[in-house]
């Protein structure tokens, strides 16, 4: 797989530009917070508020970074919605005659057929595997992980100097 493009501020900052090869005319969005959309699921939205709280204090959020958080925030709450119902008892029948298929917190459950008894991994392992893929990638390309922070740009800030207000 080909390493990803670097951005063209982080390739002025570490000394790689060549003018051959930077879009004169790249976008460059305005600094803000996008709108959160209405049809996040109130896990989803949680993650939002947070999200934009760390991004937006690293320097790296956008208003056009919308629908790139949104997709962060629906992998964090499948992971965490995947994760909750893994944690839930699985149970078939009805009343006094239910039968405990998968225990809570069990990966695995029993299935009798022709050949006897089969171990089977419950469904929401699969899904949380699948979402911590998603996670780690949207994680990756925002920034957020220690090894990918250091590849990504982020607006100059003024340091603080505790001195300052001191006159």
Not at 39 to 53: D, F, P, T
Request: glycine share 8%; hydrophobic share 45%.
């Amino acid at each position: 797989m080909a390493r990803p493009r670097k951005p063209t501020h982080l390739k002025v900052v570490s000394g790689t530009a060549q003018k051959c090869r930077v879009n004169a005319q790249e976008p460059k969005p305005d600094g803000g917070v996008p709108e959160m959309p209405a049809q996040l699921s109130g896990r989803a939205r949680s993650v939002w508020g947070k999200a934009c709280v760390v991004l937006a204090d690293m320097g790296v959020l956008t208003m056009a970074d919308g629908m790139a958080l949104e997709a962060l925030c629906l992998a964090i709450a499948d992971e965490q919605e995947a994760r909750a119902s893994l944690m839930s008892a699985v149970s078939i029948g009805e009343g006094d005659e239910k039968t405990v298929v998968a225990e809570a917190g069990a990966q695995t459950y029993v299935t009798v057929g022709k050949s006897g008894p089969m171990l089977r991994m419950r469904p929401e392992v699969a899904a949380i595997a699948d979402a911590n893929r998603r996670v780690a990638m949207w994680l990756a390309k925002f920034g957020l992980t220690p090894a990918d922070r250091s590849r990504v740009g982020a607006e100059d800030r003024k340091a603080d100097n505790p001195f300052e207000r001191l006159g």
